[in-house]
């Protein structure tokens, strides 16, 4: 079966860095657009950044310039490096890919990671 896993979340300070990680793992013979999402308490979950074939990257206005999306594909992975991080950048942090599986095409959730901003 197939499963994403994300990694590299924690505490920093308002302009600090954060790198995140998500790598797929099972069954996989393809992996198509991967993108990261972000969902704070209360609030509906936000797009943060899609990349798609032949590295075609896409941010919302509030992650241009600071947020850069890019895969591994030596480790079905994408990463997600955060630079000057801000207090409402606070949230969990969802990896999405789509993912060729036995049945086809599917669209598949990592189970998140916190990232917390803290003056």
């Known amino acids: 079966q197939a499963q994403l896993q994300e990694s590299g979340g924690g505490l920093v300070q308002p302009g600090g860095s954060l790198k995140l990680d998500c790598q797929a793992s099972?069954?996989?013979?393809?992996?198509?657009?991967m993108g990261w999402y972000r969902q704070a308490p209360g609030q509906q979950r936000e797009w943060v950044a899609t990349i798609k074939a032949g590295n075609i990257a896409n941010y919302p206005e509030s992650a241009k310039g600071r947020f850069i999306i890019a895969r591994e594909y030596n480790r079905h992975a994408v990463n997600l490096q955060m630079n000057n991080l801000k207090p409402e950048d606070t949230a969990a942090y969802y990896c999405d890919a789509d993912l060729l599986v036995g049945g086809g095409w599917s669209s598949c959730w990592g189970q998140g990671t916190q990232v917390t901003v803290y003056s």
């Open positions: 099972g069954r996989i013979f393809g992996i198509g657009t």
